[in-house]
């Protein structure tokens, strides 16, 4: 049984370009949510989805992000136009139910860099 | 909002040596996992653990929800267990706060 798969790895991008990080949640798990983690910090949530769904979208900031799951597909995080601030580990996590209630299980995250 | 606290930030052991690690929350949770963040970055999954006592192989774990806190054993630490440990925790929510974490060097 696979885990959370995200992809890629590591993301390299220049100011003012698109960054698309993927997530494939566990088999069986509807529940996504995207955490970040800078340097040195521990992770913070970002945004909380189901199928089609944006639950709580509370820790994503107002511009330039963006998060769906799709009915069909992986989990995708959006960042446009990005800028070095951006830089960070982003994690993604899946749970069978909702995570509080459940074990939520993490990906192996996607470092973006940003120059 | 909910606080958490790790202690100590750092540790360094000697292979083959115990530690212990602490976390303090400031408020009442249903739900509390321990990871392990290996030196490559990637999250792992140590417990699941919102109260009482578990243990997998040479880690146990002990959470003690009345009193708010949570402690991680390490026991015949090796280099292998090096790396950041995170105390996450929910209180209601799906959102898990997660603490500063406690960075371990295991030395050979």
């Known amino acids: 049984n696979a885990g959370v798969m995200q992809n890629p790895r590591h993301l390299v991008r220049r100011r003012g370009q698109e960054a698309r990080l993927r997530c494939s949640p566990m088999?069986?798990?509807?529940?996504v949510y995207w955490y970040r983690q800078l340097p040195e910090e521990g992770l913070k949530f970002m945004v909380y989805l189901q199928k089609e769904n944006i639950i709580d979208e509370s820790g994503m900031p107002k511009e330039r992000f963006s998060a769906e799951f799709p009915k069909e597909g992986p989990s995708i995080l959006r960042i446009q136009q990005v800028v070095r601030g951006d830089s960070a580990a982003y994690f993604c996590?899946?749970?069978?139910?909702?995570?509080?209630?459940?074990?939520?299980?993490f990906g192996q995250g996607t470092r973006l860099t940003v120059v | 909002g909910i606080q958490v606290e790790q202690s100590p930030p750092d540790l360094i052991l000697q292979e083959g040596a115990n530690s212990t690690l602490r976390c303090n929350f400031s408020?009442?949770?249903?739900?509390l996992q321990w990871f392990h963040q290996n030196p490559w970055g990637q999250l792992i999954n140590l417990f699941y653990i919102p109260s009482g006592t578990k243990q997998n192989g040479r880690l146990s774990a002990t959470t003690v929800a009345t009193e708010r806190y949570s402690l991680l054993y390490i026991s015949s630490s090796q280099t292998t267990d090096s790396g950041v440990y995170f105390c996450a925790v929910s209180s209601g929510t799906y959102k898990y706060i997660f603490g500063t974490g406690t960075r371990l060097k295991v030395l050979a």
């Open positions: 996590a899946s749970s069978l139910g909702q995570a509080g209630n459940t074990e939520a299980f």
């Open positions: 408020d009442s949770v249903n739900n």
């Open positions: 088999k069986g798990h509807s529940h």
